[in-house]
């Protein structure tokens, strides 16, 4: 079964901090995805990770994939107000769907910064 | 928006109730999700359909009911349900290349 599990699962931190979100997952997967998700919204995707050593920047936000640890980060750099959110890491399940394959999500991380 | 519509956008039921939630996409895309959103659980996968047909069903109780009539929408049938199935209800959609498209959600509470 595959299990994702992200740490820390809450973190309030204070502008212009740096963190890192971690996203560890239990079996092989050739893709990681990282979502963001607004109070009462849907998600909305932020990085798609496809190969091992894969790194993703966008703004104050940098995503890396290390595929042989199954480990994925999420690096904030000086951190702002807008940036507070619930941030999920997903990753594929391989069905036989014929690539219609569902994710398995970690539990999120419950991003607050404070001004 | 984002390509996937879904209602309605919340629901309050009783245990005795049925419903139904709909999930549209005219994005193209053959593949269609139901996702669960509880407080107490991480996201779980519900069911699969892949150009109509299910391909997966995440062991969940008979009382979700999933309908795929054609590519573009996607229903979910709601019996007798429990309160603990109060959860916030995700539909997404993908070309079959594992890019995924979420919708709004429909937020149902169980009394």
Same mark, same amino acid.
């Given at each position: 079964?595959?299990?994702?599990?992200?740490?820390?699962? =809450?973190? /309030?931190?204070?502008?212009?901090?740096?963190?890192?979100?971690?996203?560890?997952?239990s079996t092989t997967s050739d893709r990681l995805y990282w979502?963001?998700?607004?109070p009462g919204k849907s998600l909305e995707s932020l990085f798609v990770l496809l190969s091992n050593?894969?790194?993703?920047?966008?703004?104050?936000?940098?995503? /890396?994939?290390? $595929?042989?640890?199954?480990? /994925?980060?999420?690096?904030? $750099?000086a951190a702002v107000h807008d940036l507070s959110a619930t941030y999920f890491c997903a990753v594929v399940q391989l069905y036989s769907g014929g690539g219609a394959d569902g994710l398995? =999500?970690?539990?999120?991380?419950?991003?607050?910064?404070?001004p | 928006?984002?390509?996937?519509?879904?209602?309605?956008?919340?629901l309050v039921m009783g245990m005795t109730n049925k419903k139904s939630l709909k999930c549209e996409q005219h994005l193209g895309h053959n593949a269609m999700y139901w996702y669960k959103q509880s407080a107490k659980k991480p996201l779980e996968l519900m069911f699969v359909y892949n150009f109509k047909e299910q391909t997966e069903n995440n062991s969940v109780p008979s009382r979700f009911s999933p309908e795929c009539p054609?590519?573009? #929408?996607?229903?979910?049938?709601? #019996?007798?349900?429990?309160p603990e199935d109060s959860a916030l209800y995700l539909c997404a959609s993908s070309p079959g290349t594992r890019t995924y498209t979420f919708g709004s959600g429909t937020r149902l509470t169980v009394v």
């Open positions: 079964e595959l299990k994702v599990e992200q740490n820390p699962l =809450f973190l /309030s931190m204070q502008e212009g901090k740096n963190y890192t979100i971690y996203c560890n997952y979502y963001r998700q607004d050593g894969a790194v993703k920047q966008e703004g104050r936000l940098m995503a /890396s994939l290390d $595929t042989k640890a199954r480990l /994925s980060t999420l690096h904030i $750099t398995t =999500f970690g539990k999120g991380t419950h991003l607050i910064i404070q | 928006e984002t390509g996937v519509t879904q209602t309605p956008r919340h054609n590519s573009s #929408h996607l229903f979910l049938h709601l #019996h007798t349900l429990q």
